[in-house]
């Protein structure tokens, strides 16, 4: 009984150390992954904790849901971004037939692109925030199932080293990292219960805060914007030097 609970503990430790996983690499993870996922909870926790045991399962049932946002917002966002790319066009056009008008069309570009960053914050942004927060919460599950690990563990004498745990994240407390593991696009690290370990509790966030959210998704929407500047930039050059050598003709 005490090693059927033991490797509960471990399974769901894994289980939801993947949730976390596919929240944070949402595009990543098809449909049919998320429901064989949701079906894998251990059940043999409940014997232990049911209330943690139900915490986990409620996590599970939520994997394969989707926050509700009103799709308007995205098709808007999608033609909005579609007229952006249009507008690029546009001004390579007039930067190599009309270049007396690059002034006007330069100052118009700006302003469609600053219109462009607002629509993408008020659109993008809660959704940002609704993934952190989903994140941040079930990395503090994670780490509420460690610490009781670690809590059975020396109640029942056992020892870490037979019970191996394979997490795609590195950032939990309590534990020892053993090695890690790469992968093409991601990577595992091999950890054992570290059950010298104290307090274990105060590694748990009682409440996530909005800020902390906030922060979270102002630095994404940061990198994002880094990113969409960048291509733009790319594109105008591409454009503007294939033209220049003659290979695409405006």
Not at 73 to 97: E, I, K, Q, W
């Amino acid at each position: 009984m005490n090693k059927d609970i033991a490797s509960s503990f471990n399974k769901n430790i894994e289980l939801v150390d993947k949730y976390r996983y596919y929240y944070s690499h949402e595009k990543r993870v098809s449909l049919f992954e998320k429901l064989k996922l949701a079906k894998m909870v251990d059940n043999r926790l409940k014997k232990y904790d049911k209330s943690l045991w139900a915490r986990v399962q409620q996590e599970s049932e939520e994997l394969v849901e989707s926050p509700e946002y009103d799709r308007s917002d995205n098709l808007f966002f999608a033609g909005f971004f579609s007229y952006l790319l249009f507008y690029m066009v546009f001004a390579t056009c007039a930067r190599v037939y009309f270049p007396k008008t690059v002034d006007i069309v330069f100052i118009l570009f700006v302003g469609l692109f600053i219109l462009f960053v607002a629509f993408v914050f008020k659109i993008a942004v809660p959704k940002w925030k609704w993934s952190f927060r989903k994140i941040f919460k079930l990395r503090n599950l994670v780490q509420e199932l460690i610490n009781n690990a670690i809590e059975f563990f020396r109640e029942e004498g056992l020892d870490p080293e037979n019970y191996p745990l394979a997490l795609n994240f590195n950032d939990y407390n309590g534990l020892k990292q053993i090695k890690e593991e790469k992968k093409v696009l991601s990577k595992n690290y091999i950890f054992y219960l570290d059950l010298n370990v104290t307090n274990t509790s105060k590694f748990i966030e009682e409440e996530i805060s909005e800020e902390k959210v906030h922060r979270a998704a102002l630095r994404f929407f940061i990198k994002a914007l880094i990113m969409g500047a960048l291509f733009i930039v790319v594109i105008f050059s591409l454009v503007i030097l294939l033209h220049r050598y003659g290979i695409l003709k405006l």
